[in-house]
């Protein structure tokens, strides 16, 4: 049987607030270079203007069995609509002015299949070596033997994090939710 990872199942269970993102707010980007999905090497510290990093768990696979209840974990299902999101606002992201990463733990090998699969006109990034989760000491979870990246988006300007959306949930309206808080920074 195929798992259409495209489609949120009904009754996930909600993520709640467990406080774990709460000193990232004016925190700066570390100095840590991550593998990109363009072949590059990035270092998020160097990047001038205002980017989003969307960091989540793992994208599904096609032919690759999830974790065992991963649908039952708060906030674990949601990697592969959360990303089409940002795909289907990514225009509006850079009228913004606005680049966008995402960012989990998976090998740039399982982040470049779905990159091509899914059509993401942006780059994904490797914290496999979880550099950049260990100098911001962004919250995980162990599943399978597996330390994952909770799902949290960054917003950063100059280098320096302006905004934390945690818990994002639903994961399909987190582009929209990072669009209107953009526009309403905008006109204040």
């Given at each position: 049987m195929t798992q259409d990872f495209s489609k949120l199942p009904p009754n996930l269970p909600v993520p709640v607030d467990d406080g774990a993102s709460d000193r990232l707010l004016g925190k700066n980007l570390p100095h840590v270079i991550l593998a990109s999905t363009s072949g590059n090497q990035i270092s998020l510290a160097n990047i001038k203007g205002r980017i989003v990093l969307y960091c989540y768990p793992m994208t599904g696979q096609p032919g690759v069995k999830l974790p065992a209840d991963?649908?039952?974990i708060p906030g674990a299902r949601g990697c592969t609509p959360q990303s089409c999101s940002f795909r289907d606002h990514y225009q509006e992201l850079q009228?913004?002015?606005t680049q966008v990463y995402g960012v989990s733990t998976q090998e740039t090998s399982a982040?470049?299949?779905a990159q091509q699969r899914l059509h993401l006109p942006f780059e994904l990034l490797s914290d496999l070596d979880f550099k950049l989760t260990t100098a911001l000491e962004l919250p995980t979870?162990?599943?399978e033997?597996?330390?994952?990246i909770k799902r949290l988006t960054l917003i950063a300007q100059a280098g320096k994090i302006i905004?934390?959306?945690?818990p994002v949930f639903p994961p399909n309206q987190n582009a929209q939710d990072v669009i209107d808080w953009l526009k309403q920074k905008k006109s204040t």
């Open positions: 991963w649908d039952l009228a913004l002015n982040q470049l299949e979870f162990e599943v033997n597996k330390r994952l905004k934390v959306f945690y």
